[in-house]
Structure formats: structure tokens, C-alpha cells
């Protein structure tokens, strides 16, 4: 009995691993199908010529480069505020807080991990709104609010994968440093971190995948269909996963439609592209860190 | 009391979730001598370790109270003052665990870490601390073409001598090592007692073993952890010493 269970458990396994890859095959397969033709200079740049396009002496009207650009900064400033705000959560979580503020800490991160993007973008709708009442009247939804509200959106990824790594770690690893004489922050700094690295960046990687995907956020907080290479964080701007919603939801003519599987290859690129930064920035940092001399 | 004490242990008693594993333990410990300690496991012989350098205080609910003293520069210290600075204390007390614990990091930088925790930036007086270090666990021969290799990839009887030059490199005055050779296969554990063997002229070393032969080879004093006390053991081969539930091998 126990070896027909163990045979249709292993069944069941490669059963989901192959439904696993063959639909991220299928998905990509069928956006390169659909998409491939678009894939010119001019469905980024339009009538601009690139080079002024990327010198930014020229605005883009008919092509992507605002989007790209719009989407690229997005999710660079959105990991630029969660990731050491997650990081310090994640790492007082599993090193400093006592039980029961980490017992309420936990659950707050699981709410806050479990609200639908839909509300976060509501709520950072609603800041811009008070910022613009009570602040200043320049301040509406923009760039920054935009990536304020998908730190939030992002933040317990990070949070929880910190913690996790780090309290995952053998009792052992975390005597070793401090028996040489380490102190707490030495020893965490030193050894915890650098050990939990790769749990760390898994984190880091999820939160970078969210962001670029995210359309019901960035509908409320500052992007548009039409707005060119944003001037500053506070200016609207332009997305990949909006422009996508936008064709998908509003396109005239069939040609326009394969414009936005065009786009959903190109933040697939921008993504995987990201992805690979991240791995780099973590092979290059400890191999500094850890292994050479 | 007698010159050569390096350790004076007063009253210790050490409790573990209300549980009492050591009771009124009270001994010294001479300067430069290999002392074995040994008993059935359970009994609280690496925890007694962990009371010397204060590493029991990182385990929550755990409770002690007691004295520990150690001479350094000819004058004895307590340990547990507030005063007395725990990175000194544990930077002269070096500690090698059961388990080979080698850091996520090179083989170098394992050995250079604890250097790196004082704060010496020389980069020169590094590398020639890290090669007296290896060259004392009997392990420069082994890694000098891989210094830049990850620890991991060593070897368990390596990455135990790797651990055990990591304490070294700070020249500890004592040094404390829980069942170094427990994981490690014949061979291995026999280049471990020679190495430990060749560290006692200039290193006061506290071994808990199970292992009675290689207890009755390399200790100068035997002492048996039982029911929380300490019993002093006489010297001699395996069957002399008589202690109840270990390995004879």
C-alpha cells in the first residue's frame, strides 16, 4: 500500500512539474508567436531616432521607450525603498524582537502580505490626495507614490524572506562567529547574512517580479497612457503593464493588439534582465565578501 | 593557590529551563596542561565549556551562578565582572565545536576572520598570522595552492584542523574544544590528538571526550562530569578509568 502511495505521490510530482513548464513554455511560446513580428526599433522609438530618443533630445509619441523607461525607474525605486526597510524588519524580526512583538509583527506582515494590490493602490491614492490638500498643491499621483505604493505592496516579501533565512540557520552558525569574539551586529553582519544571502535575493527577485507585473496599482497612483520619459519623480509616467491593460482592454485594429504582445516580450526581457542583475550583484558581492583575498 | 592555576571555577551552578545540570562545581585548572573531561552525554560537560567563555549566554533561559576566574598577565580575572570585556575574553579563550563549523567563506578568510574582528587592517600581518595558523593545525601543506576555495569543500577531519587554526590565529592563552574528534573517522581524530598534543606547551586545553583511549593518551587530568559534580579520575589506561557509558575506541 504504502509503495502504490509512494509511485502515485512521484506520478502526481512529475505531473506538476510538467504542467509547471510546460505552461511558462506555453505562455512564453505564444507571446513570442504573437509578438515576434512587432519586435523593431519602431515599436520602441516610433518616428524618433534612437539615438535622440536615448540622449533624450527628442520626446517618443508612437513607440514603448517612455514605457520602458517608466516601468525601469518604477521598479528600481520601488526596490530602492522596500528592500532596506524589509531588510531592517526582517532582520530585527528574526535577531532582536521578543516573543510577542513578533508574534503581532508576523501578523501584520500577513495581512498586510494577503491585501489585494487594488487596495494599496487606493490607499496611496488617497496620500496623494492628502499630500496635495494639507502639503502642497504640486503633489499629485506620480512617479514617487506610484513606487511608495508598490514598496508597500512588496515590503512582507522581503520581510518574511529575510526572517525566514536568517532564523533557518543551524544554532551552531550562530555560535561560531560570536565564540571568536564577535558582537551581535559583527556576527550578523559578518556570518547571518552573507549565509542567508541567497533566500535574501529569492526575496529580492520576487519583490522586482512584482513590481514590474502590477497594473492596479499604478491606476491609481500616477500612471498614464500618454506622458513621455518622466522629468522627475514627481511627474506622471508611462508602463509597461499598464500599456498592455490599455491595448488589451481598448485596441481599434488586430495590428494594435500585437503591439501589446510586442511589449509583454519586452517586459519579459526587462524582467529576466533584472532578474540576472540581481543574481550578479549577488555572486559579485560575495565573492568580495566572502572568498577573495 | 598554586602559580601554574590558569582557571579558578568557583560554585558554579548552571540551570536550563528551571532543570539544574551543574551543581556547586567548584575546580581549577593548570596552566599549559591538557585536562579531559568526560561522562555520559547529557550531563552538561559542553555546557561546563561554555561557562568559561560565556557563550551560554546566548542561549535563552538558561541561568548561572557561580564564579569563573582566569589569569591573564599574571593576575586573575573574573569573567563575569561587568568591566571585564567579553570580545578579550572570548578573543583569549578560543572554542572548537563538535561539529566542523566552517563560515560561509574562503579558507582564507575563515582563518583571517577573527583577525578581521579586532579590527587589523594590515593586510601583510594577516597573511603571515593566517599561514603560522594553518602551519600549527597541520593544514598549510594541504590548502596553500586553494587558499581562495570555498571551507566547505574541505574535507571533516580538514575543515575540523581548519576550525581549529580559526582559534588558533588569535594565539588564545586557553582553549576549549567540545568532542573535536566525534565526527571525524580514526584517522583524522589521531592527527587532531597529535596536533592537540603539540599546542599544550603553550595553551591551556580543556577536551570533553567520549572517547576513553584517546582520553587516557593525551590528558594530563581526568575529570568525570556526573550528575552536576565533578569527580576527579586518575590517570591511567581505558580500563582504569571506569567511566560509565563511554567509548572505549
Known sequence: MNRIFEKLLLCFAWASGIVLVGSIAYIVGYLIFRGFETLNLTLIFGDTKPVDA??????????????????????????????????GSGIYLAEYAGKKVKRTLNLFFDILSGIPSIVVGLFGFSVALFLHKHYSENIYPCLLISSLSLAVLVLPYIVRTTQVSLENLSPEMRLTAPALGATKLQ????????????????????????????????????????????????????????????????????????RGYGAAIILLTLCVILLFCAFVIKKQLAYHVLYRI | MSDAVKINVYHLDFSYQGHRILKNVTTQFEENTLTAIVGPSGVGKSTFLTTINRLWETVPLADMKGNVEIKFN????????????????????????????????????NVAFPLKLTGEKDKKLVARNVEKALKRAYLWQEVKDRLTDDANLLSGGQQQRL?????????????????????????????????????????????????????????????????????????????QLRVSGLHRT
Open chain 1, 187 to 258: 556576527n550578523i553582519f559578518y556570518v547571518l547574512i552573507p549565509k542567508s544571502l541567497s533566500g535574501i535575493v529569492s526575496g529580492v527577485i520576487l519583490a522586482i517580479g512584482r513590481c514590474a507585473e502590477d497594473t492596479a496599482v499604478i491606476m491609481l497612483t500616477g500612471v498614464v497612457a500618454t506622458a513621455g520619459v518622466p522629468r522627475s519623480i514627481f511627474s506622471n509616467y508611462e508602463a509597461l503593464p499598464f500599456y498592455i491593460y490599455y491595448i488589451s482592454a481598448q485596441y481599434s485594429d488586430p495590428q494594435e493588439l500585437l
Open chain 1, 54 to 87: 536615448l540622449l533624450l533630445k527628442r520626446q517618443v509619441f508612437e513607440g514603448l521607450f517612455p514605457a520602458i523607461i517608466g516601468t525601469f525607474l518604477l521598479i528600481l525605486l520601488s526596490v530602492g525603498w522596500s528592500v532596506p526597510v524589509g531588510l
Open chain 2, 74 to 109: 599574571g593576575c586573575f580575572h573574573d569573567v563575569y565582572d561587568q568591566s571585564f570585556s567579553l570580545p578579550r575574553l572570548r578573543r583569549s579563550v578560543g572554542m572548537v565545536f563538535q561539529t566542523p563549523n566552517p563560515l560561509p567563506m574562503s579558507i582564507y578568510k
Open chain 2, 163 to 239: 576550525c581549529i587554526a580559526r582559534a588558533l590565529v588569535l594565539e588564545p592563552e586557553i582553549l576549549l574544544l567540545d568532542e573535536p574528534t566525534s565526527s571525524l573517522d580514526s584517522r583524522a581524530a589521531m592527527v587532531i590528538e597529535e596536533l592537540l598534543l603539540t599546542l599544550r606547551p603553550n595553551c591551556t586545553l580543556i577536551v570533553v571526550s567520549h572517547y576513553l583511549d584517546q582520553v587516557s593518551r593525551i590528558a594530563d587530568r581526568v575529570i568525570e562530569l556526573s550528575d552536576g559534580r565533578f569527580l576527579e579520575r586518575p590517570l591511567g589506561n581505558p580500563s
